[in-house]
């Protein structure tokens, strides 16, 4: 993965665009758009093993990646599971089913066969995206459900690599020459457009912070901007708050850091980090409450594994 460096301009996102009805696909467009202009600014770091993704590569990555689905036949109003252990996989699997057209439907790493089971079998879901520990977990599930293809970040017996959903990107083009090279200039180009000299979108100065409607009870303590560092918990809750906050941190052009619970402390402390998503009643030394957003947790995830 390429290593980040600081060369981004400042780019603010309008958390209005979260909830004034624009789709999930149009989040997923206009945060591939910031990837094109982001330089070499880190998107994404897992804390685990220090892998550093840029933006150009993560954008790239959330493309191929969608191309690959739409290939396996993920098509638009259909809905796919994320199943994943990690922030990082996460962001990259609900942007690239949203990419494709797509519903992402998220569920918590912690949930048992039932509750995964369950959660597939009432959104229809066909498509699952999991992490490998998880796998053995989702296969099961999958057989219990509709669930015919299960793609895993990393090696997992009985599931497909999600690595190989970039294959024919990497190539560059596919047999209909559909164009699916990293650099995606024309993309960034169209969405600059719609933005203001800071970078912000079109409309967003002069609005007052507290019109984020919906949003407001999850960022309004505190804005986020290119320059944070924001240290993510794995997937939580009901996996929408979560969603939600992953599309803003996003949307600022600020890097996410991905690390286990236990890890968040020391993680914010190597990165430096100045904000933290976390489940709720995790405490984060060093930073004030405004700058610690956290997720409640469903009365149901304190049920057992299976």
């Keep these: ?100 057209g797509a519903t992402a439907l998220p569920i918590r790493p912690d949930a048992g066969v039932a509750d995964v089971t369950a959660r597939l079998n009432a959104g229809g879901v066909r498509l699952l995206i999991t992490s490998a520990p998880l796998a053995g977990l989702a296969a099961e599930a999958a057989d219990r459900s509709r669930v015919r293809q299960v793609f895993a970040f990393g090696e997992a017996a009985g599931t497909t690599p999600f690595r190989s959903l970039l294959a024919v990107a990497e190539h560059g083009s596919d047999t209909h020459g559909a164009d699916t090279r990293e650099a995606d200039t024309d993309a960034a180009d169209t969405d600059a457009a719609d933005t203001d000299a800071a970078g912000r979108p079109e409309g967003a100065a002069g609005r007052p912070e507290g019109a984020a409607g919906r949003l407001t009870s999850l960022d309004g303590r505190a804005g986020l901007c290119h320059r944070d560092v924001v240290v993510a918990a794995p997937p939580c809750g009901d996996g929408h708050a979560y969603t939600w906050l992953l599309d803003l941190i996003l949307l600022t052009g600020a890097t996410i850091v991905a690390a286990p619970v236990p890890l968040v402390a020391a993680a914010m402390r190597v990165y430096k980090g100045t904000a933290a998503i976390v489940p709720c009643g995790t405490t984060v030394p060093g930073l004030p409450p405004d700058r610690v957003f956290t997720v409640a947790l469903p009365r149901s995830s304190g049920g057992q594994r299976g």
């Design 1 to 100: 993965m390429e290593r980040g460096v600081n060369t981004g301009t400042s780019i603010e996102a309008d958390p209005l665009i979260l909830s004034a009805g624009m789709s999930h696909r149009a989040v997923t467009e206009r945060i591939l758009a910031l990837a094109g202009r982001s330089g070499y600014k880190a998107a994404v770091i897992d804390a685990v093993d220090g892998t550093v993704t840029a933006w150009p590569r993560f954008g790239w990555t959330i493309r191929a990646a969608a191309h690959g689905l739409s290939r396996r036949g993920l098509a638009a109003g259909d809905t796919a599971g994320v199943f994943v252990q990690d922030a990082a996989s996460f962001a990259v699997a609900v942007n690239a089913i949203r990419a494709a």
